[in-house]
């Protein structure tokens, strides 16, 4: 059964610094790898897709990388803003199915 | 254009009684997957729907089902609600390749927020 752990639950910044959020998951063999970003009560935004054979995707300040025999995943934020602040979620697909299994998140507040 | 939209936003119920959500996924999509959020929680997968048909069903007992229609908008049903069902319910929609898994991007909606009393 396929877990997927994010450390820390939370985190806290000052404006300006560069941040790492990790994520972890058990069993390797996944299609793809979904890191998305959720503001209170609301949806999930999609910020980058990591495919399986790939090892890592920029899209602007954010940059995620994949190690996928290691289980291990990466988000890393440069030059943080107050307004990055909310919940980030990495997820996992697998075969047969859009079945994506989520992490718990890791709330990042940036401090002004 | 449009993305994942959702109905309700809110809803209250009290235990027992049944629910119906409802999601129109982005133009072009034919895939629809729901999700379940309690608070402080990752989401948990309840169903996927492709092409009207069921494609994935997570650990959800049998109160729960859903179904899409010809345009590809989908329905998620919980009868004899309890407490525990109070949750963020989200819909994902993506152009999901028949016979494998996705290599595509879900799109998630903006959720229905569900209580009940």
């Known amino acids: 059964k396929q877990e997927v752990t994010q450390i820390p639950a939370a985190l806290s910044v000052p404006e300006g610094e560069n941040l790492v959020l990790n994520c972890s998951f058990t069993?390797?063999?996944?299609?793809?790898l979904q890191w998305f970003r959720q503001d209170p009560g609301k949806g999930l935004t999609s910020l980058l897709l990591?495919?399986?054979?790939?090892r890592e995707q920029t899209s602007g300040r954010l940059n995620a990388s994949l190690d996928k025999s290691s289980g291990r995943s990466t988000l890393y934020i440069a030059a943080s803003q107050p307004g990055d602040s909310a919940t980030y979620l990495c997820?996992?697909?697998?075969?047969?199915?859009?079945?994506?299994?989520f992490g718990k998140g890791t709330k990042l507040t940036v401090n002004p | 254009d449009a993305g994942v939209t959702q109905s309700p936003t809110h809803l209250i119920k009290t235990r027992g009684q049944h629910v119906t959500l409802r999601c129109s996924p982005i133009?072009?999509?034919?895939?629809v997957s729901w999700y379940q959020q309690v608070l402080g929680q990752g989401p948990q997968f309840i169903f996927q729907?492709?092409?009207?048909?069921?494609?994935g069903r997570g650990n959800f007992p049998d109160r729960f089902s859903a179904r899409q229609f010809p345009n590809y908008s989908s329905e998620l049903n919980v009868n004899a609600l309890l407490l525990g069902d109070s949750a963020l319910y989200l819909c994902?929609?993506?152009?999901?390749?028949?016979?494998?898994?996705?290599?595509?991007?879900?799109?998630f909606g903006p959720g229905t927020r569900l209580l009940v009393l």
């Open positions: 069993d390797s063999a996944i299609y793809n």
């Open positions: 729907y492709y092409e009207k048909e069921e494609r």
């Open positions: 994902a929609s993506s152009l999901f390749a028949s016979g494998g898994a996705s290599r595509e991007t879900q799109y």
């Open positions: 133009s072009g999509h034919k895939s």
């Open positions: 990591i495919q399986s054979s790939q």
């Open positions: 997820a996992v697909s697998q075969g047969g199915s859009e079945k994506l299994v």
